[in-house]
């Protein structure tokens, strides 16, 4: 959108005393291939645009959107919301914006824009991925294959002179498989991609990624039923970051510390968890799938440290968030679309790595539990219950990996998870998804090194 039209628009906002405003203005095409029952079963593509207005005032948001991308229709939504704030003025003139364009600090690496592929090549991966899961076993009953790629291009303008634009291009396959042995059912489950094009199949091929997620469901059928019980556990980096993004990410997002729903309100400055544990929000990361270089909001990507050698150092924060509490924002204001306002999100959320090898700490254990791979789970915020599900564990005896286990689930607090945490390993692996708050979809990724935990309930259906 031409400048001028933008700062017509910022001005209609701003006129009946708001103290904030803002253009946001999205564009967006995409691509999905889905294979079911060994047939492709869906292929969607499409595009939409839109602008989110949106202006604060006293802390109060008022928000609009529209798809119609025309100067009189913007302008008529810019009346709309500003004659409806509450509290304002007489209409006054304001003054055209003068804007101060960003020029990236970098930019994302495409290599093989996904766009460049040809549909029928897509399917055929699909197809590929598919059959690779089947031939693995004659125990494989199900194979669900998605493969979902889309180019994001964002403007933002707002009413402190912001003026920039970012093109974001991510590419995704998830394998699900369900294999069946008489009453047993088990469900193997992997993903790929990130903030990358085509070349992420170099890598990984779909092939490669269908076989570890029928190898996972067939490993748990074999599997013996979990014990139950207090346990040592050790979180494998295999696993991802999911612990530390539902149990502890989500409760240092900066909405929820301010209305005292999270159990790390009003604790900057106090140790929440062991020296040993450095937690990071870190959307600068090339090519994960929670990467950006601008937030949603426009406010230039960076590195938080959350947590630093146990010490709560800070939030998450977006703008409106940083205002109440005097702060920049962090960059991490993020929204789903243009018809989304936006809310403090994470990126990429990490664990540190340390310096013990992750072979000694599972030496170190004569009894306990290796999760190599997390499933779902819910987590209380406010007082940080959670029970996750362990799609993927072990037997740890005498200091050796045993045999696997199935049907086990994790049970605990995560501050006490945090604080009990006594060893962490040099490695680190990433996981990655789409996060869910307030009805709104974002990607993201998490991370963590491998973690021993001395003693945790897990639930089993053997004793």
């Known amino acids: 959108m031409e400048a001028d039209h933008l700062s017509q628009i910022l001005a209609v906002l701003l006129s009946r005393g708001a103290s904030f405003a803002e253009v946001f203005v999205e564009e967006t ?23 989110g207005l949106r202006l604060i005032k006293d802390f109060q948001t008022l928000y609009g959107s529209s798809n119609d991308l025309s100067l009189p229709s913007l302008l008529d939504l810019a009346h709309y919301l500003s004659s409806a704030l509450p509290g304002s003025t007489a209409s006054v003139a304001t003054p055209s914006m003068p804007f101060a364009p960003k020029n990236p600090p970098w930019s994302h690496q495409i290599r093989i824009p996904p766009g460049e592929i040809s549909l029928k090549e897509k399917a055929f991966a699909v197809m590929a991925a598919n059959a690779a899961a089947r031939s693995v076993d004659p125990r494989v009953r199900q194979v669900r294959v998605m493969y979902r790629e889309g180019r994001r291009r964002i403007q933002i303008a707002n009413s402190e002179g912001l003026l920039c634009e970012e093109e974001r291009i991510g590419t995704l396959l998830a394998v699900q498989v369900v294999a ?52 040592t556990v050790v979180l494998s980096s295999e696993a991802g970051g999911t612990m530390i993004h539902e149990a502890v990410g989500h409760g240092l997002e900066s909405d929820l510390a301010q209305e005292g729903l999270s159990v790390f309100s009003h604790r900057i400055g106090e140790p929440i968890a062991s020296p040993l544990i450095t937690v990071i929000d870190d959307p600068t990361l090339p090519q994960k799938r929670g990467s950006y270089v601008y937030d949603d909001e426009g406010t230039e990507a960076r590195r938080t440290v959350l947590v630093e050698a146990g010490i709560l150092k800070g939030y998450l924060y977006d703008r409106l968030t940083a205002m109440k509490d005097q702060l920049p924002s962090t960059g991490n204001g993020r929204r789903q679309s243009y018809q989304h306002k936006p809310i403090p999100r994470m990126s990429n959320t990490l ?45 740890i005896e005498r200091g050796e990996v045993g045999p696997p286990v199935r049907g086990a689930t994790l049970i605990g607090n995560g501050p006490r998870i945090l604080k009990e945490i006594d060893m962490v390993g040099s490695d680190l692996g990433f996981g990655l998804g789409t996060c869910g708050k307030d009805g709104q979809g974002a990607p993201v990724a998490d991370a963590q090194p491998t973690l021993r935990i001395p003693e945790m309930i897990v639930g089993g259906t053997s004793g």
Do not use: H
Not at 30 to 44: M, R, Y
Not at 199 to 214: M, T
Not at 360 to 378: A, T, W, Y
């Open 351 to 395: 664990i540190a790595p340390a310096q013990t090898p992750p072979e000694e700490i599972i030496r170190s254990v004569s009894r306990g539990l290796l999760v190599r791979k997390m499933g779902g789970g819910q987590v209380n915020t406010v007082n940080g219950d959670f029970i996750f599900e362990v799609s993927e564990g072990y037997r």
């Open 29 to 51: 095409d995409g691509t999905s291939v889905l294979c079911e029952e060994d047939k492709i079963e869906q292929i969607l593509s499409g595009c939409d645009r839109g602008a």
């Open 180 to 231: 069946a042995s008489g009453d047993i059912i088990q469900t193997g489950y992997e993903a790929i991609g990130g903030v990358l094009g085509w070349e992420v199949f170099e890598e990984s091929p779909a092939e490669a990624v269908a076989e570890k997620a029928a190898y996972r469901a067939l490993k748990m059928l074999e599997a013996d039923p979990a014990p139950a019980g207090p346990t």
